[in-house]
Nanobody
Framework: QVQLVESGGGLVQAGGSLRLSCAASGSIFRINGMGWYRQDPGKQRELVAYITSGGTTNYVDSVKGRFTISRDNAKNTVDLQMDSLKPEDTAVYYC???????????????WGRGTQVTVSS
């Protein structure tokens, strides 16, 4: 099985920074895309940032220039550096990995349990 463990959430004032990390462990053959999503209560989960196996990144417009996603393929980790945080960034953040557990397996998505990020004004 595969486990995803997120860390780095917390409370920060507007303008501050946080760094989220997600570590995957277990039966992993190959990780394809890795991403961070967020969800506010009563709202749909939205994609915040995504990084492909080749290192191509994509961001939702609201975080461009403020957030940076990175991955370490050797450690099976994906990080999200969040700078110039705003109150509207407050949400539960989830990491998502699309991976294969074996060479013959179909790629599927795995999710972390989420970490709370709260930005005070």
């Amino acid at each position: 099985q595969v486990q995803l463990v997120e860390s780095g959430g917390g409370l920060v004032q507007a303008g501050g920074s946080l760094r989220l990390s997600c570590a995957a462990s277990g039966s992993i053959f190959r990780i394809n895309g890795m991403g961070w999503y967020r969800q506010d209560p009563g709202k749909q989960r939205e994609l915040v940032a995504y990084i492909t196996s080749g290192g191509t990144t994509n961001y939702v417009d609201s975080v461009k220039g403020r957030f940076t996603i990175s991955r370490d393929n050797a450690k099976n980790t994906v990080d999200l550096q969040m700078d110039s945080l705003k109150p509207e960034d407050t949400a539960v953040y989830y990491c998502n990995l699309n991976l294969r557990t074996a060479y013959w397996a179909t790629p599927r998505d795995y999710w972390g349990r989420g970490t709370q990020v709260t930005v005070s004004s």
